[in-house]
């Protein structure tokens, strides 16, 4: 059973995940690790999200950024991938395809 995100209150985050014990170390603890994995991939998208912009022009070192679009993107963490939709932007000569 994969880790969920069960609630997002205001800065509060709670997350559920089951560990099957075998009554093999070795094994539990794979097992422990992989649940603590997902837990945090399932924590990591509203932290990151929390960063999004809301979709108004930007200026970075004096240069303008516009909205290019809304868009799901893969972001690593230390947990692993995670995809998460956001705001992406580009300067009046384009941006990545």
Do not use: W
């Not at 690790?33 to 509203?46: D, F, K």
């Not at 970075?60 to 516009?66: A, C, L």
């Amino acid at each position: 059973m994969p880790a969920t995100l069960l609630e997002q209150k205001d800065n509060i985050l709670t997350v559920q995940f089951t560990v099957k014990l075998t009554g093999q170390m070795f094994t539990d603890e794979q097992a422990l690790q992989q649940s603590l994995n997902e837990a945090g991939e399932a924590a990591m998208v509203p932290m990151i999200k929390q960063f999004d912009t809301n979709g108004e022009p930007i200026r970075v070192n004096g240069v303008k950024h516009t909205l290019k679009n809304y868009a799901p993107e893969i972001y690593e963490t230390p947990y692993g991938p995670v995809q998460i939709e956001r705001h992406t932007y580009q300067t009046c000569k384009g941006g990545r395809a």
